[in-house]
Structure formats: structure tokens, C-alpha cells
């Protein structure tokens, strides 16, 4: 069995059912909202059935990636930037298959969509998953990650989450910088179809860094911080109409709380809060005053945007992205869809209570097409959300009865695992 087995535990088990269930609902779906005309649309369900019959398997034409792609971020749950659903430019890289030319298409990715500072929104899509073999992948997280190391002491310089990750690249031959920083930028990871990792530096005009500093406290800027600008995640299966993608590295732009409220803060990342608490709080303020964890994070989010939109590079506060999300809400209701939302990750970890977001009552469709990490934590409830179609009741029956079987299966025979 050609492939790589971690790769391969991430992805969803689907039988030939299932991918024909989806493989149709979807074409429904692209015929319905680009307006297919009826011989188009029973010509290419006539090709779909025929080759899932003979191969298990079908190709996508690059209308349809593109419009897939797009509907797996409108219908991703958890990401409140999906306002901009429909301006998602997608790269057909189907045909790219060996790493060094992956890791030279994701670097023209990541070059295009800087812009500037502008940032656009970018996906480029790889070679899928036919039966049972598994393309190479980008195993990085992100295109960027900073490293942690180990120091005396039992103390983590850099980024905690990614302490193994440099540990590997460590015993892979990577050699960090001397002496090692809490911001070095590790290499890309890549596995092959035959699951061996290879690395690539990333190019230093693709590493553009934001020095996050305070337009009143000068003591922000002397602790040092710093982030890239455009986050590009690189380890998340694309799954449309039944066929997975596990290569499909995009982008969007940061919102501030992301990187001051989260990830130079969190206990597991930088754990930075305390210091700095300890660099803006007077001398003289009570040590017991725990209202000052609150204004040190406000303090670093006007710090982080300040310090972007003095770079020229886009990004968004918690507050906006939130109204943004109301008005996607708005357009998806008058489309006559339902969205999907996690609560949990939708309300930002700042000031949520402020946000329009945090009194949203939100359900999380988990509707196909969608993007997953792997079907252990969230692709093993990805499921056809048929809400917005008009079915019958005896439909609607069928459709519980065989969702009930399908879980039941998956129990029995231990696919979830």
C-alpha cells in the first residue's frame, strides 16, 4: 500500500455510497448557483456516475474546484471571516506532485498573496487522494512557524506548540540560527507519496515580520515582539463532492486578537501576558489588581494593529470582523441558507460580550464541501447538510435513517479512529 500512514489516519473514511451521495448533492449544488443548464448538468452527472463506477474515483473540472473550494470555506464553521466567501482566488495545482516543486508553487503562493501588504485571499490545491493513494503533503502547520527550543531549566524559548516540530527539523539536519531567538522561522515540511519528510527554508523576501510596538507605551516595543504578517495554513484536508484534497494550502489576513489575544499570550504559546503587565503597570499599582491582565491585552491589540497599519499590511480588530460576520449571516439568510457557526470560535477571546457575535445563537452544520484536520477531531462529523433543500417527509426519513446507519457502521468497524 503506497502512502503515508499518518497522512492517511487523517483522512475521512468514505465508502462508495457516501462518495456518490456527496459526488451528486454536490453537482446539484454547482448547477443550482451557476445556473447549469439541465443537458449540462444530467451530461455531467452521467460522467461523475460512470467513473465512480469504474475508478471509485472522479476528477473535478477547474470550474468546479474553484467553486467547491469556495463553498468548503462559506460552509467552515469556524472561521468568522467568511464575508468574503465568493472573492477566493484558487490555483489549480492538481498536476504538481513532487515536494520541491510544492514547496515552489507554495512560495509563489505566499508571494502573490502578500500583495504589498494588501493581502489577498489565496488557495492552491494539490493532487487529491485517488483509492488508496495518498499525494505528498504539506505537514507544516503553517508556511510560517516560529520555533521553541528547549533551554536550561525546563524553560521554552520561542513557541511552545512547536517544540517537537523544531526538535524534528533539529534531527532532520535543520540548523537554526546561533544564538537561537524566540522568533526563528522553521523550515517547510513536506511529505512525499512514500511518507518521507523533506525540508525547505523558506525564502527570506517571503518573511515578512511585523516589530509589534505602542503608538503611548515605548515599554511594549522594548520586549521585543514580533509576528508575520499573512498566515497561511498548510495542514488542513480540502474535502468536495466526496473527493479529499490534503494538500491545499490558503490564506487570509490576520485580526488582531489572533496574535495578541491568542498567540503571544496563551500559557501554551508565548506566555508573554505577565510581562506585559509588568512593562506598562505603574510602580506604585497593587500587586492583588488583577484588572491589569485586561489592559495589558487591549493594550497589545491596539499594538499589534497600530504596528501593522504602520507597515502597510492588512488586518482587522475583533470588533469589525464580528460586525463583518453579522453581515454575512444576513446575505446567507436572504440566500435562503442556514450558516454554520462554532460559537467558541466565532466569538473573539477579547471583549467577546461587546461583539454582536457573543449573543448569535449559532448551530455548526458541519456541512460538506468543508475543511477539516483530520476525521479524529473534526472530519468524522462532516456530513451532507441538506437544509436548505426542499424535501418530503419520507425524505427527510431516509435521510436520518441512513445518516443513523452510516454512524452506527462507522462505530462497528472503528472508523473513527
Known amino acids: 500500500m503506497i502512502g503515508s ?3 492517511r489516519r487523517r483522512l475521512r473514511r468514505l465508502s462508495l455510497g457516501e462518495r456518490r451521495d456527496e459526488a451528486f448533492a454536490f453537482l446539484r449544488e454547482y448547477a443550482r448557483e451557476v445556473g447549469l443548464t439541465e443537458a449540462c448538468y444530467r451530461e455531467r452527472s452521467r460522467q461523475i456516475g460512470a467513473s465512480l463506477r469504474t475508478n471509485g474515483h472522479y476528477d473535478h473540472t477547474s470550474e468546479e474546484l474553484t467553486f467547491g473550494a469556495r463553498i468548503a470555506w462559506r460552509n467552515h464553521g469556524r472561521c468568522i471571516g467568511r464575508l468574503w466567501w465568493k472573492s477566493l482566488e484558487v490555483v489549480d495545482c492538481r498536476h504538481v506532485v513532487e515536494p520541491g516543486a510544492i514547496a515552489a ?3 509563489a503562493h505566499m508571494r502573490y498573496a502578500f500583495a504589498s501588504g494588501r ?4 488557495l492552491t490545491v494539490f493532487a487529491p487522494v485517488i483509492e488508496d493513494r495518498v499525494p505528498a503533503t504539506i505537514e507544516s502547520s503553517q508556511a510560517l512557524q516560529y520555533a521553541g527550543y528547549f533551554a536550561p531549566g525546563g524553560k521554552v524559548v520561542g513557541d511552545r506548540r512547536n517544540v517537537e516540530t523544531t526538535r524534528i527539523a533539529l534531527a532532520l539536519g535543520w540548523r537554526p540560527p546561533e544564538p537561537h531567538t524566540p522568533f526563528d522561522i522553521l523550515p517547510l515540511f513536506i511529505r512525499d507519496a512514500t511518507g518521507r519528510r523533506h525540508l525547505f527554508s523558506v525564502p527570506n523576501d517571503l518573511i515578512h515580520e511585523v516589530l509589534i510596538a505602542h503608538p503611548d507605551l515605548p515599554e511594549i516595543a522594548g520586549l521585543g515582539m514580533r509576528w508575520y504578517a499573512v498566515p497561511t495554513v498548510s495542514n488542513m484536508v480540502l474535502t468536495i463532492g466526496g473527493i479529499e484534497y490534503p494538500c491545499a494550502p490558503f490564506n487570509g489576513h490576520y485580526m488582531a486578537t489572533e496574535i495578541a489575544s491568542r498567540n503571544l499570550t496563551d500559557p501554551r504559546r508565548y506566555d508573554l501576558l505577565p510581562q506585559v503587565v509588568n512593562a506598562i503597570r505603574p510602580v506604585d499599582a497593587p500587586a492583588s489588581d488583577s484588572l491589569w491582565l485586561d489592559r495589558a491585552l487591549t493594550e497589545l491589540n491596539r499594538a499589534v494593529l497600530w504596528s501593522f497599519e504602520r507597515d502597510g499590511i492588512a488586518i482587522t480588530d475583533h470588533h469589525e470582523a464580528s460586525r463583518c460576520y453579522m453581515e454575512f449571516v444576513k446575505r446567507e439568510q436572504a440566500a435562503g441558507r442556514v ?3 462554532d460559537w467558541s470560535w466565532i466569538v473573539p477571546p477579547q ?3 461587546a461583539c454582536p457575535v457573543f449573543h448569535l445563537p449559532m448551530v455548526d452544520k458541519q ?3 468543508n ?4 476525521r479524529a477531531v473534526d472530519g468524522g462529523m462532516l456530513q451532507l447538510d441538506r437544509s436548505h433543500e426542499r424535501r418530503g417527509r419520507w425524505l427527510r426519513l431516509h435521510d436520518r435513517m441512513k445518516a443513523r446507519w452510516r454512524k452506527w457502521r462507522r462505530h462497528r468497524d472503528g472508523l473513527w479512529r
Open 5 to 7: 500512514d499518518p497522512v
Open 105 to 107: 508553487r507554495l512560495f
Open 371 to 374: 475543511f477539516y484536520l483530520s
Open 351 to 353: 471583549a467577546g460580550s
Open 119 to 122: 493581502v489577498r485571499s489565496v
Open 339 to 341: 450558516p454554520s457557526g
Open 367 to 369: 456541512g460538506v464541501p
